[in-house]
């Protein structure tokens, strides 16, 4: 859970750009691995940034997962009972939680290659 003292943004006074960089921040506290944002506001309507990341394994993705969803409550989830994949929409920022075997066969970054990257700030 966040203390009340974290210096991370509350999530309504943020913009895209900036929860793709805290929810990354949150995803690299609880040791999530792998972590890429992919700035898509220029290529898909469906969202402006991706953020993908590996835990180390399905229980491992779920407590990210949940760590996440008390940061801020996603539209939508996907993918938390088995946790190979799961998926939390907050619309403008998609986030994908993989194991790593499942991030390999799926390959998004293959898939959104032409994307900007947006560099992550980890401290």
């Not at 609880?30 to 992919?38: D, L, M, R, S, V």
């Not at 997962?65 to 619309?91: C, Q, R, S």
């Amino acid at each position: 859970m966040l203390k009340k003292s974290s210096k991370i943004q509350s999530p309504k006074e943020v913009n895209a750009e900036q929860l793709s960089q805290n929810i990354a921040k949150q995803i690299d506290k609880k040791k999530g691995a792998e972590i890429i944002i992919f700035d898509l506001r220029n290529i898909s309507p469906i969202t402006d940034y991706f953020v993908i990341a590996n835990g180390l394994s399905g229980i491992h993705n779920r407590t990210i997962a949940e760590y996440l969803m008390e940061y801020e409550k996603p539209d939508h989830v996907e993918g938390l009972e088995t946790g190979n994949w799961i998926l939390l929409d907050f619309i403008d920022v998609i986030v994908h939680i993989f194991s790593k075997e499942t991030r390999e066969f799926y390959g998004l970054e293959r898939l959104w290659g032409d994307a900007p990257r947006v560099e992550f700030n980890n401290d």
